[in-house]
């Protein structure tokens, strides 16, 4: 696999807050769950049984409005799309801050109804659990493992839908520009469960990193090749990370059962935290940029900080990725991504974790998952249901809230000891203790995002990275 494959995105990442395009789209969700009984219930049940809002699932509104309706749109960032919908509506996405799309429908005449909601889609990652939690007895429109799948629940004035997407940013349940692609093929259901099979049943471990990463990225290609398309690939193989971090983190269980239990599986994803070494890292990036992800922006909180990320974002599935790695201070400015970096002498906060438990590509899995919540409510509602406890946030502004859950603790191979003892990356003392009682592994990341803000806190970041370092705990 070229590394000259990953692609950089030539946006200006200088992410910014967009309050007032916030306060359009909340009053066009309060409005539309005006319309509907158990949208309007379902809203008040969330944050204390899921530690999460509404607007945080909503997927995109479909609205009323006139070309002033557009030109509102416009002013706040939206961007019109070159997606219809199968009311004739056209799609706008704001690509500068995190909102849901909305759909306008548009008419010689909208009767004075500018801005009137007719319908509210929410992503979920099934719609048939959906269904099932809710006991609605609905039928779901469009084919198992399909792009697009969809029940509705009609009301007053405002339909609720919950949709589940694979790799599409379409409306439709039966799309003719994927059927010529031949994502609608008839085996294309048993293919896709066999990617996710064949990325669940993948050989992790390995006594040779070198060894996994060239396994791993021959597994990528056959996942692909099975997919018949590399952004589904990217959708299954994403999903099946996830289970296998929530595998190993009680915090990541618990609250999957507490959202599952309302049908809506972890549909509220912002980013998967992968670490890894320094000398595999451009080998991973091309993986991502293999299943289709660009590069966003580069991270470096500081000459001093010991540490570096690459964000990535996927266009159609909306999965971006925080990679991190050590880095010592003259590499700030270093094209980290697609120049292989040498080992350090000792290795900083990200490189003692993948010496001690793995690539999170290989065995080690994700370091955490960060997903969109309220941020009280979760805190609470953990603690109060299982007794996770949160540790102090790292970002505490209006518009964005992040805090760990405490570390899950994971046993440590003596092998990796040993070398980590052997190099001088570690003391005697701390070689017991890690033999002893094993080092922190992952973590649930608690984010609550106002104003439509979608960066992050690159000091704030640097600090609690810092205080996951195995050696402090």
């Known amino acids: 696999m070229s590394r000259a494959t990953i692609r950089d995105s030539t946006t200006t990442f200088d992410w910014r807050r967009w309050p007032q395009a916030a306060e359009f789209v909340d009053g066009l969700i309060a409005k539309g769950l005006e319309g509907n009984r158990f949208a309007a219930e379902l809203s008040v049940r969330l944050p204390g049984e899921t530690g999460t809002s509404l607007p945080v699932w909503v997927d995109h509104l479909v609205v009323s409005g006139g070309p002033d309706f557009e030109a509102r749109l416009l002013a706040m960032g939206f961007e019109r799309q070159a997606i219809r919908h199968p009311s004739g509506g056209a799609a706008f996405a704001h690509r500068g801050g995190l909102f849901p799309r909305l759909v306008v429908r548009v008419g010689k005449d909208d009767g004075g109804n500018s801005g009137a909601v007719s319908e509210i889609v929410i992503k979920v990652d099934s719609a048939a659990d959906f269904v099932r939690a809710h006991?609605?007895?609905?039928?779901?429109?469009g084919p198992p493992m399909g792009p697009y799948r969809t029940a509705t629940i009609p009301g007053e004035a405002t339909a609720f839908t919950a949709a589940e997407r694979r790799a599409y940013q379409g409306f439709e349940a039966f799309p003719g520009e994927?059927?010529?692609?031949?994502?609608?093929?008839?085996?294309?259901a048993r293919d896709a469960l066999a990617v996710l099979d064949l990325w669940r049943a993948r050989r992790r471990r390995f006594d040779d990193d070198a060894e996994g990463i060239r396994a791993t990225r021959a597994t990528l290609e056959r996942a692909i090749e099975?997919?018949?398309?590399?952004?589904?690939?990217?959708?299954?193989?994403?999903?099946?990370?996830?289970?296998?971090?929530?595998?190993?983190?009680r915090a990541a269980r618990v609250q999957k059962e507490r959202q599952d239990r309302l049908g809506l599986g972890w549909a509220n994803h912002d980013h998967h935290t992968f670490r890894c070494s320094r000398r595999f890292f451009p080998d991973i990036m091309a993986m991502f940029a293999r299943l289709g992800f660009s590069l966003r922006e580069r991270f470096h909180a500081g000459q001093h900080a010991g540490w570096g990320a690459q964000v990535l974002e996927h266009s159609t599935t909306g999965i971006v990725?925080?990679?991190?790695?050590?880095?010592?201070?003259?590499?700030?400015?270093?094209?980290?991504?697609?120049?292989?970096?040498?080992?350090?002498?000792?290795?900083?906060?990200?490189?003692l974790w993948v010496a001690l438990h793995g690539e999170s590509i290989l065995d080690a899995g994700m370091h955490h998952l960060e997903a969109q919540f309220e941020f009280d409510a979760l805190k609470a509602g953990l603690e109060a249901e299982a007794g996770i406890q949160t540790m102090a946030p790292f970002s505490d502004f209006p518009f964005l809230r992040q805090a760990f859950t405490a570390g899950e603790r994971w046993p440590v191979a003596?092998?990796?000891?040993?070398?980590?003892?052997?190099?001088?990356?570690?003391?005697?003392?701390?070689?017991?203790?890690?033999?002893?009682?094993?080092?922190?592994?992952?973590?649930?990341?608690?984010?609550?995002?106002?104003?439509?803000?979608?960066?992050?806190?690159?000091?704030?970041?640097?600090?609690?990275?810092?205080?996951?370092?195995?050696?402090?705990?």
């Open 321 to 351: 990725i925080f990679a991190d790695l050590d880095l010592a201070p003259e590499e700030a400015t270093q094209d980290f991504a697609h120049q292989a970096l040498p080992d350090l002498p000792r290795p900083s906060t990200v490189g």
């Open 226 to 249: 099975l997919a018949g398309d590399r952004d589904l690939a990217c959708h299954l193989i994403f999903q099946a990370e996830r289970e296998y971090w929530q595998a190993r983190n």
């Open 414 to 473: 003596k092998a990796r000891v040993d070398r980590a003892l052997r190099l001088g990356w570690i003391n005697e003392a701390e070689h017991l203790k890690f033999l002893r009682d094993g080092a922190i592994g992952s973590h649930l990341e608690n984010l609550q995002r106002r104003e439509g803000y979608k960066g992050f806190n690159q000091q704030a970041v640097s600090a609690i990275i810092a205080a996951t370092d195995p050696r402090l705990h």
């Open 135 to 141: 006991d609605l007895g609905i039928e779901i429109l």
């Open 178 to 188: 994927l059927a010529r692609e031949g994502r609608m093929r008839p085996q294309a």
